[in-house]
């Protein structure tokens, strides 16, 4: 299994892009869909054309920003329909509003507007905390975390390996213990200031230290943020 950063910043960031991974397992994971896809993709040298499966962690602006111009891209140049992975509340939020974006299509020769439906779109498939979703050989494993909007983390397991990622979460040592931990590879977010929705770039290093987890990485940094711990590097590849 094989990882890349696409972005590794917070929402606000100056520095860095909207924190996104791409997960390469027996398909190529897209998690989250930030702002400036293409272009960071093209800078990394990925084709957009071997992604169509995403999945969507919260409908926060720096994790979906730039979904509806992925969907069109995969509709009117690619004509490929991907799959989009979410949560059921996530997906009754977000389902309205992107059928309204897709409530039509161009029939006649352009003359004529025709009703579409989100399902001629991309395919849905639901992630629920209960039940992991085995997928071709990768299982992904989800589990809630405390943000403003209903978020979780997420586990990929593929060969024997696994990658867990917090998303954007408070410092929650259940979390860690009971999902994280045993990971071969753990991204974690991290911000330089106490947020009651984000993590405390010390509480966590303290915990780290303290339970002696050395697989941790971090990622949804602001640009002050500075720590013992390892940064992921945007457009690294990293083997886990
Ligand atoms: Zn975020
Ligand atoms: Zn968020």
Not at 148 to 170: E, G, Q
Not at 184 to 205: G, M, Q
């Amino acid at each position: 299994m094989r990882l890349l950063p696409l972005g590794i910043g917070n929402a606000f960031s100056i520095k860095y892009n909207n924190t996104s991974f791409l997960v390469e397992t027996d398909k190529k994971y897209l998690i989250d869909v930030p702002k400036n896809l293409r272009k960071t993709l093209d800078k990394y040298s990925v084709d957009i054309k071997d992604i169509n499966d995403v999945i969507i962690t919260h409908y926060h602006a720096d994790h979906l920003g730039d979904l509806e111009q992925f969907l069109q891209y995969k509709r009117w140049v690619e004509n490929e329909k991907p799959t989009i992975y979410t949560k059921q509340e996530i997906f009754d939020v977000i389902e309205p509003f992107y059928s309204k974006i897709f409530d039509n299509k161009v029939s006649d020769n352009g003359k004529r507007l025709e009703k579409q439906y989100l399902s001629e779109i991309f395919d849905y498939i639901e992630l629920n905390p209960e039940h992991p979703l085995l997928n071709g050989g990768t299982k992904i494993e989800i589990k809630d975390t405390f943000h403003t909007v209903p978020t979780f983390s997420v586990k990929l397991t593929y060969s024997k390996r696994s990658l867990a990622n917090s998303s954007d979460t408070n410092f929650n040592p259940d979390l860690l213990n009971n999902f994280l931990s045993g990971s071969d590879f753990i991204i974690h977010e991290a911000c330089s200031y106490e947020d009651p929705v984000h993590t405390y770039v010390k509480t966590l290093e303290e915990y780290v230290e303290k339970n002696k987890i050395n697989n941790i990485h971090l990622a949804h940094i602001d640009d002050n943020l500075e720590s013992s711990l390892p940064i992921l590097k945007e457009g690294k590849w990293y083997d886990v």
